[in-house]
């Protein structure tokens, strides 16, 4: 059965790190496409990070580019977001999916993204 967990959330001050893990199974990993999205309180969910199956297209959100830099292992079936220079902006509950269908995918929205993990949150205060 196709699973996506997500860990590595929690607590974090301003300025520091974290780094996200997505674990994947119950499909051909090296064949997805994997993207990282977030939503906020009050605010409508975003893509965060996208990188297509032979890693040839990796988009990042206007806002983290420079801080957060998404990677995968296929041999392990794993995919990782990380984040550094954290800001209180950044709180939100991410979100790792995979798409089947990389070719019509859109990482500003998860638009045909198939298969989503329950979440992890993230939160930068003081």
């Known amino acids: 059965q196709v699973q996506l967990v997500e860990s590595g959330g929690g607590l974090v001050q301003p300025g520091g790190s974290l780094r996200l893990s997505c674990a994947a199974s119950?499909?051909?990993?090296?064949?997805?496409?994997i993207g990282w999205f977030r939503q906020a309180p009050g605010k409508e969910r975003e893509g965060v990070s996208c990188?297509?199956?032979?890693?040839?297209?990796?988009q990042y959100a206007r806002s983290v580019k420079g801080r957060f830099t998404i990677s995968r292992d296929n041999a392990k079936e794993m995919a990782y977001l990380q984040m550094n220079s954290l800001k209180p902006e950044d709180t939100a509950v991410y979100y790792c999916?995979?798409?089947?269908?990389?070719?019509?995918?859109?990482?500003?929205?998860?638009?045909?993204?198939?298969?989503w993990g329950q979440g992890t949150q993230v939160t930068v205060s003081l």
């Open positions: 999916a995979v798409s089947t269908f990389f070719s019509a995918s859109v990482c500003e929205t998860g638009l045909h993204y198939d298969y």
């Open positions: 119950g499909f051909i990993f090296d064949n997805v496409a």
């Open positions: 990188m297509d199956d032979s890693d040839s297209s990796i």
